[in-house]
């Protein structure tokens, strides 16, 4: 049962550093999403994407950029990482287009920008 | 506006205390669903309870319960005799579909403190 997997857990970038972070899930939900966690600002939504192929902007998109080549992949990637992007990042997926579906998370990513 | 507010930043009680956490909604919507998450320590972010607009019946699970009033747009959660294993920070959610737009929109959290 992985449910959503997001690799990897931990990561330390320099400023001006690119990386991707990778979410996975194997239960062929349509619906992805890439949240960041920071204190006192609760969940804020970065990008979502309602199936294959398909990317739309949240709340704070700025910066990144996403991708959905296959179902059950959607990556976010940092093309240069600012100090403002330390946080928590969260993988989230929900089936189908009911919005009686709850959300399932991965277990985030930490990133750290120095 | 759509926007999930609660109030409550951090809440500390003693043990087999009962706690109220308190959410409030603003949408125009008719049909919507709220939800609640709990975020333990580990940091992952755990389902605990959804909840459709047309549907307002309060729930109890064991020592959980919701108390959900359209009339006041507010969607409270309720733990009763918490325990130590009760602290986390807790997510109220609101989700709407209008135009497609298959978003949530969080709270910003209510961390409970439960002391032994």
């Known amino acids: 049962n992985a449910g959503v997997t997001q690799t990897p857990k931990f990561r330390v970038l320099k400023t001006g550093q690119s990386m991707t972070l990778l979410c996975a899930q194997d239960m062929n939900h349509e619906y992805m999403y890439w949240y960041r966690q920071d204190p006192g600002m609760g969940l804020r939504l970065i990008h979502y994407s309602v199936g294959e192929g398909t990317t739309a902007k949240g709340e704070v998109p700025d910066g990144y950029n996403v991708s959905r080549l296959k179902k059950q992949n959607f990556l976010l990637g940092l093309e240069s990482a600012a100090p403002s992007q330390t946080s928590v990042y969260f993988c989230?997926?929900?089936?189908?287009?009911?919005?009686?579906?709850?959300?399932?998370f991965g277990d985030g990513t930490r990133l750290s920008i120095l | 506006a759509q926007k999930v507010t609660q109030a409550q930043t951090e809440i500390s009680v003693v043990e087999k205390e009962d706690v109220t956490l308190d959410c409030v909604y603003e949408?125009?919507?008719?049909?919507?669903?709220l939800f609640w998450y709990k975020q333990p320590p580990s940091g992952e972010l755990v389902f605990l309870i959804r909840?459709?607009?047309?549907?307002?019946q309060n729930e109890i699970s064991g020592r959980y319960s919701w108390n959900f009033q359209k009339s006041t747009s507010s969607f409270n959660f309720t733990i009763t005799a918490s325990q130590v294993v009760d602290s986390a920070v807790y997510f109220c959610?609101?989700?709407?579909?209008?135009?497609?737009?298959?978003?949530?929109?969080f709270g910003t959290g209510t961390r409970l403190k439960v002391l032994a």
């Open positions: 949408t125009r919507d008719t049909t919507y669903y």
């Open positions: 989230a997926s929900n089936k189908g287009r009911s919005i009686n579906q709850p959300q399932h």
């Open positions: 959610a609101l989700r709407r579909d209008p135009g497609g737009t298959y978003k949530y929109i």
């Open positions: 909840r459709n607009s047309f549907d307002e």
